[in-house]
């Protein structure tokens, strides 16, 4: 007799009223926690805007017994998320990493790389002028790189819009009933809110991984889709490194549970997600800008390709480069900088057209070659 997995969720709205109640309090004393004790403006200011919403919401579930759990979740949507971030990002409050995203989209369209070169970072201070993120996180920052600022360009607009669709997403291929109502509870807990609030950058990475989590659970009726959950991941692996771990767990689920032809498309899936979303910028020998302009740069990843057969291809120089990154959640530019390093000190290098070149640069100029020739 079969049992359809996420049948025994409970809506919110029909839950016991001491449990949604219990639930809004101890958020509006966590709020009002925040708003006493933290150092931090922007968080002070969320504490003291989200314990007006969770308390509001515990009257509404307490005080109307027909419709009051609805009320309840909008009042502690509104004062925990939707006003407090609406007016940071009107009044430009933000953490610092709100910051690096813009950045990051304003260096893509008018560099070509969401990073910055090793000569840009050399010569600053500033620790915000590094970008530790994958490529698509920048995303989110296009709005403000291409319109301008504003509230409706902030970053953390996106980063909420998005975590809010695809965990509804999730919840709906996990079971859950009533998801939206679901997914609103989920988006006004302290958890979520105040980080979407302030900064958010992990909050559209988890979101992806619960969706790519829940195609693996195989709900309602379907089976496991291991292509489907393998771009849900992929994008998450392609936004932080944090998310690469959850791809190994989900490669070990599969293993034990659906065997290798499973295991197979899930892994080819993400590896081609990230391929795509990542594998242009490793084509971007940063190392070597300045020294040498694109003309050159082409040259030497031309000669390259004809030096070495088995490299020529642009999949297969896309895999070596990825193999080649460590898995102790290195930031993407630091990751090809240290592999640089490591191969001047082993002596992992090759010349062409007379330069000594680490093979990790030699290769990032083969790579190089096909996005030029795909923009002529």
């Not at 309840?72 to 006003?83: C, E, P």
Request: proline share 5%; with cysteine; net charge neutral.
């Amino acid at each position: 007799m079969g049992v359809r997995l996420g049948a025994g969720w409970q809506s919110p709205a029909t839950m016991p009223r001491r449990w949604l109640a219990g639930l809004f309090g101890v958020s509006a004393i966590f709020a009002s926690l925040v708003a006493i004790f933290s150092s931090d403006q922007v968080h002070q200011l969320w504490g003291a805007m989200a314990a007006c919403g969770y308390g509001l919401g515990v009257a509404a579930v307490l005080g109307w017994r027909k419709r009051g759990v609805d009320l309840a979740l909008g009042l502690s949507l509104f004062g925990a998320l939707v006003l407090p971030l609406g007016w940071m990002a009107a009044k430009a409050l933000e953490q610092p990493e709100v910051a690096v995203v813009a950045r990051s989209a304003w260096t893509l369209i008018h560099q070509g790389s969401p990073y910055a070169g090793v000569a840009s970072l050399a010569t600053t201070h500033d620790p915000n002028a590094y970008n530790p993120y994958l490529p698509v996180m920048t995303l989110f920052g296009l709005p403000r790189a291409v319109i301008g600022g504003g509230a409706l360009t902030d970053p953390r607009v996106w980063f909420g819009l998005v975590f809010t669709l695809v965990f509804w997403l999730a919840l709906r291929d996990g079971g859950a009933r009533h998801p939206g109502r679901w997914a609103v509870l989920i988006a006004a807990s302290p958890v979520i809110a105040l980080e979407l609030a302030v900064g958010g950058t992990d909050v559209p990475m988890v979101a992806f991984l619960c969706l790519g989590f829940a195609l693996l659970w195989g709900a309602q009726s379907r089976a496991c889709r291991p292509v489907l959950a393998g771009l849900a991941l992929g994008v998450a692996a392609s936004m932080k490194a944090t998310a690469w771990p959850a791809v190994a767990v989900a490669v070990a689920l599969l293993a034990v549970r659906d065997g290798k032809r499973a295991v197979r498309a899930f892994i080819l899936t993400v590896l081609a997600v990230m391929a795509v979303c990542i594998g242009p910028f490793l084509a971007h020998p940063r190392s070597l800008t300045p020294i040498l302009d694109l003309k050159e740069l082409n040259a030497l990843g031309t000669a390259y390709r004809k030096q070495v057969a088995d490299e020529s291809g642009e999949r297969a120089l896309a895999d070596v480069l990825l193999e080649e990154l460590p898995d102790d959640n290195l930031e993407f530019d630091t990751a090809i900088n240290d592999l640089i390093k490591k191969d001047f000190d082993e002596g992992n290098t090759t010349e062409v057209n007379g330069w000594i070149l680490s093979k990790t640069e030699a290769r990032q100029c083969a790579l190089l070659t096909f996005s030029t020739h795909a923009s002529n």
